[in-house]
């Protein structure tokens, strides 16, 4: 336990000296493992390494698929017509939303649409800005939940499901 406080002391000193969340995280873990003085090989054979792989090529592909401006332009086509602030437009966003969630999982849905939607909303209050970023949250979670592939975590339930 004293072993983990200043692992701890130490990753929070790491994140405010360098205000790098991701790097803090990988100091911490490694200075755990090293601090430990167990063998790291049991809990490396837990991890899944082809759900690791999932994820890196989930998020490669939706930073290329940004980097075509093909998103952006869907966006700029589509902005007029879901502005949060109308009944119209919040059921036109909440309808793309689930398309998006069921289509695309519900991770690239709010990678690709989340700065879009709260820049949108921050133009009219930042009051709008929050409840964008509410209702992206919670129509993605709960479209990603409908069908298996509509989310990474359904696969990997369904995964473990199939290891028992």
């Given at each position: ?17 360098f205000l790098?969340?991701?790097w803090?995280a ?10 430990d ?9 837990k991890?899944?390494?082809?759900l690791?792989?999932?994820f890196?090529g989930?998020?490669?592909t ?10 952006s ?12 602030d ?59 939940n ?19």
């Amino acid at each position: 336990m004293f072993c983990f406080k200043k692992v701890y002391a130490l990753a929070i000193s790491f994140f405010e000296l360098f205000l790098l969340m991701s790097w803090s995280a990988i100091a911490a873990a490694l200075a755990l493992i090293v601090l430990d003085f167990q063998d790291a090989r049991p809990s490396l054979e837990k991890v899944s390494y082809s759900l690791l792989l999932f994820f890196c090529g989930m998020f490669i592909t939706v930073d290329g698929f940004n980097k075509t401006g093909l998103p952006s332009a869907l966006w700029d086509y589509m902005e007029p017509y879901a502005r949060i602030d109308t009944a119209s437009g919040a059921l036109v966003l909440t309808v793309v939303i689930l398309f998006l969630s069921n289509v695309a999982s519900n991770v690239p849905t709010v990678l690709l649409l989340g700065a879009r939607v709260a820049a949108s909303a921050a133009e009219i209050s930042p009051g709008e800005e929050t409840k964008a970023w509410l209702m992206l949250a919670w129509v993605s979670t709960v479209a990603g939940n409908l069908p298996l592939l509509g989310s990474a975590a359904n696969l990997i339930v369904c995964k473990q499901a199939r290891r028992s």
